[in-house]
Structure formats: C-alpha cells, structure tokens
C-alpha cells in the first residue's frame, strides 16, 4: 500500500524541469566515458551526468585490474598523473584450492595481465570526474534516477529524481522537496548491474525477449593494511576451489597494491543450488585457509563492500536500445567473466554511445552498433566459458580449456538460466550433506559478523525514509518461502538486512535493517519468488567506499 501511495503523489506533483542534449544516468566508468566523449566531440552539448552515491566513486566498488586502452584514448596523459592506487601488473598465479592445502595452476590465458594496472575503481572514479567537469560535464552527485519519465508517444524523454524528506510512512517532512524531471533527446542508462530504471526498462520495453536471462555473481571484497613486507606489489592471485563445492562457481582474487596494502575478494555465482549457503560466511572461511590466512594475520581491514556483477555475456545481452535511450556497461552486461574484467569494456560501450549519439543524434540504431563492435567480438568469443560451468568445476574446467584452443569458434552457444530459478527447496537438499563452505570454521580474522563488516563500508541511510527495500508479497516471507526455502535472503545478503524475528504474538515476522544496505543487489537477483524490488533510497544514501 505505502509503495502505491508513494506512487499516487509521485504522479501529482508538480515538477521543476530541467533540459539538456543528453542526460547520463551513472558517473561509472561508462557514464563517464560517454560524457566525456560527447564533449570531447562536440563542446557545445550539454550533457550532465546523475550519480545516486553521496560522491563520484563513492559506490564503485571492483576489483579492479583493467585493460588501459579505452582510458588512454579518453585521457592521454593519464599515467603522468594516475588516480591514487595504481599498480603496475606484474606477476599472475592461479591456484585450486582444498580445504588442506594449493596447488598452482597454469594461468588462464585470458587471466594474462600483462600491461594491465591494479587500481581502485572508487579512486579511479573520483579522479576522473573532475576531468569530465573540466570540459563541461555537469555532475550531480547525490541525485539518482528514480524512474524514465516519457513522452506521449511513449519514448524515454528523461527520468524523474527521487523525492526528497519522507518519513517511513511515505509522508512529508519538513524540509520535503519533490524530485525533478531531467529531459533530452537521449537518454544514456550507466546504472551498472542491475540498475534500477533499467531493469523497468527491460521490461516496459520487452528488451529481453530475444535473449538468454542475465546471470549474475556476488562479489566481496576487503580491503587490507598488512604488515611490512606481506605485498608484493603487482603480484595478481586468483584461486577456485575450496571452500566452494564443485557445483558453485566462484573463487577468489588477491592484489597486491603499494603502501602494504591488500586487496582481496570473494566472487559466487549466483545460480548456486543449495537455499541454505551463506556467501558471506564462505568469504570469511576462505580467509582461514593456510595460502591465504599468512597474508592478513596481524593486519587490519581498511574498507569492505559487496556488489553483485553481471556474468550473462554475449548470449544474455538484451537490446540495448529503444525510443529516446541507450543501455551502456554493466547495465547492459558487457562484463567479461573469464577475464575477470568489465571497465575497458564498460568505458569503450559508454564511448560507442557517445560516438552514436554525436554521428546520429538519437538512440535509434546503437544496439547494431554496439554488436558489431570490439566490445561484442570479445564477448562473444568468449560467451561459453561461463554457462560450462553448469555442469560443474571440472566439466567447466575442460569446456574452458577447449573455447580457449578454438578461440571461441565452436559452432554452438550454450545458454543461461535465471539465478532465482536454481534455487532448489529445503525437501531437494535436506537430504544432502552440506558442502564444505557450509562446514564454517572459527574465524580468527575480522570483521566478526555482518554487521562488523557493514561498518567497514561506512554505509549511512537516514532510518527515517521508505524503506527501498520493497517486498511486493509480504505474507510469502513468513508462509512459503519459510516452508520451502529457509527464508534464504537471511542468508545472502552480506549486510544483515533481513532478519527473520518473533514478534509480540509469538509468530515470525520478516525485520527490514535498510540502514545495513550496501547496494549489491543481491536480494532482488536471487529471490526465489522475485518479490524484493531494490529502488533507489533517498540521494547520497548508501555505502561510502574508501579506496576501494
């Protein structure tokens, strides 16, 4: 009912606003590479970019090792003033892990990073916008996009902000301000995974129909101050294996940047099986193991987060046009799974775009474009590797080993399946014995709990707003999902938000922590009934990531 209401006043507002040649939604590195290619090209149009973290970067969170070539064609000089974090690649290990020990591996050629960079995707993000300023971009940090707003034909012609200053009732506070309608010709959507207007653009505009469903991962990094002498700086690790059972997939990276600092990180796919995994849990678990465990002892966790990331490929592409707007980067699903990188794609998509949109002036004929170009060539040469995996390790494994020998030319497409639906009931796994990342060992290393790590992400939200957390069928959670899968979103989210409570007449009721959020998305990917709907809280709110 709150969300309806909302609704209803949304719809009787009166708006200010405000007219521009293109609006970017997202200053990511696509939305950013597109607005700086637009005024690059064409000085004149005036393109402003909305970005719903409280700062550029603030909410980017990666790896992050990225291919350079897109940003030495944005920003030439770059290296002779680089954004803080940035460490030359030097050295790749691949290793399979067990629970009792490692073995190396040789390295995934697709893994090679060799002329490669380590940085901080947060720090990249917020060096890069005041060079998109110094050309004119105009930058609204702390101003998302709450909705497209359209014409009467029924073309994207903007999109809406949020309203600022409701309490958690829906009702307005002192201080309230209605959002603002954002128009121009085109749109550009750089929401990233899973983005809030364009997942209902996606479907108001069918733009799926001729595609495999987006697949997607978990990904959890920590970022670490360890003892002097621990980091190698440029030495690149990644492991599979333990403590992920043989039908998960995932594994883990480990970058050694400057100043002794370590990034690590934990990635699961989620279209794993059993309701009761906790990828948190797993992480934390990995940290125990002897290979990696000497690495942080003694040292202390300087920043943490979590991001769900898109793994579709090129057979989970959707259309990436329509009336009025674009789709760019990791809202798209431009991401490449087996190299383990998305920025280079993700910049060069937003700077096709731009290109497009200056050669044409509209949205119209971009998804052609952008399918004949680099971006899809190396998406599609790799579009099996990921769904060989289905299988398992090993077949996934060999499947991989065979795409790399024929360079992608099989003359088949395995497909996608969606997440939620892999999800199998508590009757289909009871009878199991837990896999081995559920055998969760002590945990010596911090952060201790959730929560702890929350704390990390220095996640702020004003406790007195709708929650942006909506749950469509509420009695579902207490009812069904209970009997038939354990109420798993108590499990997958790495921030707490779900808990399931007693409440004053002895049932079970579902407790929404939305201050805990930290924007993975998690939640509204692997739900087994999709009924969480994650929409943009109010401007600013959400994690605040330091060199991450």
């Known amino acids: 009912m709150l969300q309806k209401e909302l609704l209803r006043m949304s719809e009787e507002q009166e708006r200010d606003v405000m007219e521009y040649d293109v609006v970017v939604v997202g200053a990511g590195p696509a939305g950013l590479s597109a607005a700086m290619r637009l005024k690059q090209k064409d000085p004149e149009k005036n393109v402003c970019v909305l970005e719903k973290a409280s700062e550029v970067g603030a909410q980017s969170l990666a790896g992050a090792v990225i291919e350079t070539g897109p940003l030495d064609e944005l920003v030439p000089d770059w290296r002779d003033d680089p954004p803080a974090i940035c460490v030359k690649a030097t050295d790749d290990e691949f290793w399979m892990l067990k629970k009792d020990g490692a073995t190396k591996m040789p390295t995934p050629p697709q893994?090679?990073?060799?002329?490669?960079?380590?940085?901080?995707?947060?720090?990249?993000m917020s060096w890069l916008a005041p060079k998109a300023e110094a050309l004119g971009v105009e930058i609204y940090p702390g101003f998302s996009a709450a909705e497209a707003v359209f014409d009467d034909n029924g073309a994207v012609k903007g999109v809406r902000t949020p309203d600022m200053g409701l309490d958690r009732q829906g009702n307005a506070k002192d201080g309230y301000t209605p959002g603002i309608e954002i128009h121009a010709p085109v749109t550009?959507?750089?929401?990233?995974?899973?983005?809030?207007?364009?997942?209902?653009?996606?479907?108001?505009?069918?733009?799926?129909?001729?595609?495999?469903?987006?697949?997607?991962?978990?990904?959890?990094?920590?970022?670490?101050?360890?003892?002097?002498?621990?980091?190698?700086?440029?030495?690149?690790?990644?492991?599979?294996?333990?403590?992920?059972?043989?039908?998960?997939?995932?594994?883990?990276?480990?970058?050694?940047?400057?100043?002794?600092?370590?990034?690590?990180?934990?990635v699961v796919g989620l279209d794993y099986e059993d309701p009761r995994f906790k990828p948190f849990e797993a992480f934390q678990q990995l940290k125990q193991h002897a290979k990696i465990k000497p690495l942080l002892e003694g040292g202390e966790i300087v920043s943490a987060g979590a991001r769900a990331l898109v793994e579709g490929g090129w057979q989970s592409l959707p259309k990436l046009e329509m009336p009025g707007a674009v789709i760019v980067g990791d809202a798209a699903?431009?991401?490449?799974?087996?190299?383990?990188?998305?920025?280079?794609?993700?910049?060069?998509?937003?700077?096709?775009?731009?290109?497009?949109?200056?050669?044409?002036?509209?949205?119209?004929?971009?998804?052609?474009?952008?399918?004949?170009?680099?971006?899809?060539?190396?998406?599609?040469?790799v579009r099996n590797i990921r769904p060989g995996f289905l299988k398992g390790k090993w077949m996934g494994l060999m499947n991989a080993?065979?795409?790399?020998?024929?360079?992608g030319k099989s003359p088949w497409t395995l497909h996608n399946h969606a997440d939620w639906r892999a999800t199998k009931k508590l009757s289909e796994v009871e009878a199991q014995t837990p896999d081995e990342a559920q055998d969760y060992v002590k945990r010596d290393l911090p952060p201790r709990d959730r929560l702890a790590s929350v704390y990390f992400a220095q996640t702020e939200h004003d406790e007195d707003q709708p929650v942006h957390l909506q749950i469509l069928e509420p009695d579902i959670c207490t009812t069904r999902c209970t009997e038939e899968y354990g109420n798993p979103c108590t499990r997958f989210c790495p921030a707490n938000v779900y808990e399931m409570i007693e409440n004053e007449s002895g049932s079970q009721e579902l407790k929404i922590n939305a201050a805990n959020c930290v924007h993975c998305k998690t939640c509204d990917i692997k739900d087994p009934y999709q009924i969480i709907n994650w929409v943009t809280p109010e401007g600013g709110a959400g994690p605040n990531y330091y060199n991450m």
């Not at 490449?336 to 060069?348: D, E, Q, S």
Request: hydrophobic share 40%.
């Open 188 to 266: 550009i959507f750089a929401e990233g995974c899973r983005g809030n207007c364009t997942k209902q653009l996606i479907k108001k505009f069918e733009l799926d129909r001729d595609c495999d469903p987006q697949t997607y991962g978990i990904g959890l990094k920590e970022l670490w101050k360890v003892p002097a002498g621990r980091s190698k700086p440029g030495l690149i690790q990644h492991t599979i294996g333990w403590p992920l059972s043989n039908d998960t997939y995932g594994g883990s990276f480990i970058y050694h940047l400057d100043d002794d600092r370590i990034a690590i990180g934990f």
């Open 333 to 381: 699903g431009t991401l490449n799974v087996p190299k383990i990188k998305g920025i280079h794609t993700a910049m060069r998509s937003g700077m096709i775009a731009a290109d497009h949109v200056i050669d044409t002036g509209k949205a119209d004929g971009f998804d052609a474009v952008l399918r004949a170009s680099d971006v899809a060539r190396e998406l599609k040469k």
């Open 111 to 124: 893994q090679n990073n060799h002329g490669n960079v380590i940085v901080s995707l947060a720090n990249m």
């Open 401 to 407: 080993g065979w795409e790399t020998v024929v360079a």
